[in-house]
């Protein structure tokens, strides 16, 4: 079956840096966009980075360019989420997204459980 496994969430202070990761598996990861998206309590969960398939091509929310750098293994089925600068407004889960085209099933959005990011001091 099709997961998406999340990791690397923490609390750090204003300023800091994390690197989130996301392990894929069931499909051929290497074909799919991949995104991270966050969702901030009480607020609508936004797109926050996009990877083209190879990794070629990426895409940042105005909020995070020049702070955020998504980027992919494919060797290893898995996404990053390179976070420098991080302010507490970029307190939020993180998830990680790709719409499939399998087999059997409906074409559709898949997401990881997320990831919580916590940035204060």
């Known amino acids: 079956q099709v997961q998406l496994v999340e990791s690397g969430g923490d609390l750090v202070q204003p300023g800091g840096s994390l690197r989130l990761s996301c392990a894929a598996s069931?499909?051929?990861?290497?074909?799919?966009?991949m995104r991270w998206y966050r969702q901030a309590p009480g607020k609508v969960r936004e797109l926050v980075a996009t990877v083209s398939a190879s990794g070629g091509s990426t895409n940042y929310a105005d909020s995070v360019r020049g702070r955020f750098t998504i980027s992919r293994d494919n060797a290893k089925n898995t996404v990053y989420l390179q976070m420098n600068s991080l302010k507490p407004e970029d307190t939020a889960i993180y998830y990680c997204?790709?719409?499939?085209?399998?087999?059997?099933?409906?074409?559709?959005?898949?997401w990881g459980q997320g990831t919580l990011v916590t940035v204060s001091s």
């Open positions: 069931g499909f051929t990861f290497s074909i799919y966009s």
């Open positions: 997204n790709t719409y499939l085209i399998l087999r059997g099933s409906p074409p559709s959005n898949y």
